[in-house]
């Protein structure tokens, strides 16, 4: 039962992105398009399990004095060898997703959760959780890349939605940094306005 | 003082097993990479050369050349000029070399066939880290790549530094260093008199050319 709830929590009551607002660095730069949303998602879903797992792992054994260095060496350490062992045996995937990879390392999700769940928490809901949060940050992220690539390119996932007519003059400011940053304030606005009516009424 | 001594001693640990990891994969993987990397780069030589000789298998032999100034030395890379022939016969058909520049976030590779009067035939893009959205679009080639084609060093230029090539939409940057990388990379060349002057149709004289080591074949 508390598996099923750990990996819910994360689609929506505490989604990393709209909840929590983690992870904000790659969110803002990669939802140009949704195929990158989607890149992204795949890959720092990939990184969050495993970290989640080694963290929750060694739990007892990590002295909760220099837990965040620890953390900080096995999550760099992992994406690296994910990086290296791509490279070297799925060149293709690495040619689409290898822009992502060195942008996981900062990706604070990744350290919030190995602080905030896995360190006190038993390996199975550490990785229900790592799931659960790895889809509520790639369906935020398809969320917000959905919007920008429709309105600066009139596609969505590089399907002509709007026809070339839009295409020639498109809203160029929502794939450029401002346009990230407008729609993400109206969707957290959103979201928040949700949560103030949910509240009201209990 | 103790409990400091273990909690360093941890540390130490968790560091130590993870350099040994990194080095281990490091040391299994590099070979293989710098494989991948070569044949990517192959692949890109003959996709990029086909179209100076439709359906023929092409034959790549590296030259060097004396006088040959390098456009690249502020990304680290020098200028290599491939010379590409229909074998058996070894008569020049044509060159391929990589152009570099400083895009918005890497250094953009860019591979260019050259016809043998100094006209691009094709282009490439051959590695770039640019914005996914933004100037990543340079992988796609109705966005920038194949409006050089046709065009010689000079007419090389963004519409907004006096030329006629339209820069893509939003990523200036990146357009302006394939565009600029690519005409240094041509006029280095120009100016060591290896493009025949388009009338004449004539070959420059083979002396001033030697080969350097034999390249890989096809």
Redesign the interface.
């Known amino acids: 039962m508390s598996l099923v709830k750990d990996f819910t929590k994360g689609i929506y009551r505490e989604n990393p992105v709209f909840r929590l607002v983690l992870g904000m660095c790659p969110f803002l730069?990669?939802t140009?398009?949704v195929e990158?949303a989607l890149g992204m998602g795949a890959a720092a879903t990939f990184v969050l399990i495993c970290s989640n797992f080694l963290v929750s792992l060694f739990r007892n054994?990590?002295?909760s004095?220099?837990r965040i260095?620890?953390y900080i060496?096995?999550i760099?350490?992992f994406v690296?060898?994910v990086d290296?062992?791509m490279?070297?045996?799925l060149?293709d995937l690495h040619r689409s997703l290898?822009?992502?990879i060195p942008l996981i390392v900062v990706n604070c999700i990744i350290l919030g959760r190995a602080e905030g769940f896995a360190n006190r928490n038993p390996v199975l809901n550490s990785i229900a959780d790592a799931v659960g949060m790895g889809i509520g940050f790639t369906m935020a992220m398809v969320v917000l890349a959905s919007f920008?690539?429709l309105l600066g390119n009139g596609t969505w996932l590089n399907f002509n939605v709007l026809g070339s007519a839009y295409q020639n003059q498109p809203l160029?400011i929502a794939?450029?940094a401002p346009g990230a940053f407008i729609l993400l304030s109206f969707i957290l606005g959103f979201f928040n306005i949700l949560e103030k009516r949910k509240g009201g009424r209990q | 003082m103790a409990e400091m001594l273990?909690?360093g001693l941890?540390?130490m640990l968790?560091?130590l097993v993870?350099a040994v990891?990194?080095g281990f994969?490091?040391s299994?993987?590099?070979p293989?990479?710098a494989i991948?990397k070569e044949l990517?780069k192959q692949s890109a030589m003959n996709s990029v050369a086909e179209s100076l000789s439709p359906g023929d298998s092409l034959a790549f032999d590296s030259l060097s050349i004396a006088g040959l100034e390098n456009p690249y030395a502020s990304c680290d890379n020098t200028l290599s000029i491939v010379k590409i022939s229909v074998p058996p016969d070894t008569t020049r058909i044509g060159y391929v070399f990589i152009a570099f520049g400083k895009g918005y976030s890497s250094t953009v590779q860019t591979m260019v066939a050259v016809e043998l009067e100094g006209s691009i035939s094709n282009t490439t893009i051959l590695f770039q880290?640019e914005?996914?959205?933004?100037g990543?679009n340079i992988v796609n080639p109705s966005k920038l790549i194949e409006k050089f084609i046709g065009l010689t060093a000079s007419e090389c230029l963004l519409t907004k530094d006096g030329g006629g090539i339209d820069a893509m939409?939003?990523c200036t940057i990146t357009s302006r260093t394939v565009t600029n990388s690519i005409r240094n990379g041509l006029e280095a060349m120009n100016e060591t008199g290896l493009f025949s002057s388009g009338d004449t149709g004539e070959n420059p004289s083979d002396d001033v050319l030697e080969p350097a080591a034999e390249g890989g074949t096809e």
């Open positions: 730069a990669v140009t398009s990158n054994i990590i002295p004095k220099v260095p620890c060496v096995i760099a350490t690296t060898l290296m062992v490279n070297a045996y060149p290898g822009i992502f920008r690539e160029l794939i450029l | 273990k909690i941890i540390l968790v560091a993870a990891a990194l994969v490091n299994r993987t590099a293989i990479i991948q990517a880290q914005t996914p959205g933004l990543a939409t939003g």
